[in-house]
């Protein structure tokens, strides 16, 4: 509860971005367009931005070159407690209503100082692979009937999110992180736009080291006879 409002804000703002989409259909955030541009750079991970269709709040695209195998980050994205372990300001997270790795649900909340409830989230997780370009992508929307709300806390759902992952020479992994939020209320976008840059870095810069621990280790991916993605082989997720 020390946290400083703006600090406290952006963590909320990344936590309910990495995982939501609004339950309105948004435009998709384009991954090439013209406009993107760089505001950020701070070792091999880059930050862009630009400006989004009938909004005052940007996008981001986060562009990360991360030093763990994708199996092990995969591993990490698998788990549905590892928001606690990368996401600013993510305090419970877990899943519910798997029906297989690629069509699954989360809950997750995050944490805010007195007098701001806390907020929780239910998502829609969808994952896939292209096998000619060996990119998997995962999708999060948010969905509005599959949890009760409680009285406790703050339903969010308020962006669009997109993972594009792939393998790299040395045991690296690219990741682009595309993401657009409207955060309602009363805040101004200036304000939003200044805090979408650093707290990408950060997230990014600790899942670099959770996906070096130990028990992501020894892990692998799972693909059907196609090459689509099917699960992940680890001891941390049934989701096989």
Same mark, same amino acid.
């Given at each position: ?66 030093? @763990? ?74 969905? @509005? ?96």
């Amino acid at each position: 509860m020390n946290r400083s409002f703006f600090t406290t804000f952006s963590k909320l703002l990344i936590t309910s971005t990495l995982l939501l989409s609004t339950i309105t259909q948004a435009e998709e955030i384009p991954l090439d367009a013209d406009n993107w541009e760089e505001q950020k750079k701070e070792g091999n991970i880059t930050i862009y931005t630009r400006p989004h269709p009938n909004s005052s709040f940007e996008a981001f695209k986060a562009v990360a070159i991360l030093d @763990a195998p994708l199996d092990n980050v995969m591993a990490v994205m698998a788990n549905p407690l590892s928001c606690v372990e990368w996401v600013h300001g993510c305090t419970e997270s877990y899943g519910f209503d798997v029906k297989n790795f690629n069509d699954r649900y989360a809950y997750s909340v995050n944490d805010m100082p007195w007098p701001f409830k806390d907020r929780d989230y239910v998502i829609h997780i969808e994952t896939t692979s292209k096998p000619e370009t060996n990119k998997i992508l995962m999708h999060m929307n948010a969905t @509005a009937d599959k949890k009760e709300v409680s009285d406790d806390y703050l339903r969010v759902s308020v962006a669009q999110t997109i993972y594009i992952l792939e393998a790299l020479d040395d045991n690296k992994t690219k990741m682009v992180w595309l993401q657009h939020t409207e955060p309602g209320g009363v805040l101004p976008g200036w304000l939003v736009n200044s805090l979408i840059i650093d707290i990408p870095i950060k997230s990014l810069q600790a899942l670099e080291q959770v996906a070096q621990e130990e028990k992501y280790q020894n892990t692998h991916i799972l693909f059907d006879q196609n090459g689509i993605i099917k699960g992940v082989d680890s001891k941390l997720t049934p989701l096989k």
